[in-house]
């Protein structure tokens, strides 16, 4: 995604994030304020619990701009290029990151959070890294631990199989017991 244009063309301080199924524009305190589905091309506002629509912005002057320019950008077909496009970046910082036993490699043009990559993506200091070794140790570290709480989980889900299973022997003995009377 061609966020740094769109940022350019929206003119805001709020942040812009491909969350691959949406574009999301958002604050720290909530990513996606306001939604853009890529596959409906339908805009939405995250606090609109009514189903205002765009009417549900009206008192956010600049969110209502930002409605109305991503609204006018749909409308011209101009939004695809930015969608499907990826930025180009004149100073770019090589950072690599993992994802699903992979290392991938991206860039961008400042680090750490709340910056973007070239393809879009909000970068996290704990999930991007200068330093593929980094990205490696990181990636290791996070299935080790997934790994440790699956295993717990299983256990836990084997503790209550168990309990389950002595409660069926036990009622089941019940059973019979009540069968020979």
């Not at 990151?97 to 993506?121: A, F």
């Not at 970068?123 to 290791?140: C, P, R, S």
Request: glycine fraction near 4%.
């Amino acid at each position: 995604m061609k966020l740094r244009l769109l940022n350019t063309i929206l003119n805001t301080g709020y942040s812009l994030t491909n969350c691959r199924t949406y574009l999301a524009v958002g604050s720290s305190l909530c990513h996606d304020l306001i939604k853009l589905d890529i596959e409906t091309m339908k805009i939405s506002y995250a606090l609109d619990t009514w189903r205002k629509g765009r009417k549900s912005v009206d008192h956010r002057d600049e969110l209502s701009e930002i409605w109305d320019k991503l609204q006018e950008l749909i409308d011209s077909g101009e939004i695809l290029n930015i969608l499907e496009g990826e930025d180009t970046i004149e100073n770019p910082i090589t950072v690599y990151h993992y994802k699903k036993g992979e290392i991938l490699t991206c860039t961008t043009d400042k680090l750490g959070w709340p910056n973007i990559t070239s393809d879009g993506y909000l970068m996290h200091d704990n999930t991007y890294f200068t330093d593929k070794a980094l990205a490696v140790k990181e990636g290791i570290e996070d299935n080790e631990y997934m790994i440790k709480m699956l295993n717990e989980r299983l256990q836990e889900a084997q503790e209550k199989i168990n309990k389950i299973n002595a409660d069926i022997n036990m009622f089941t003995s019940y059973l019979n017991n009540l069968k020979q009377l």
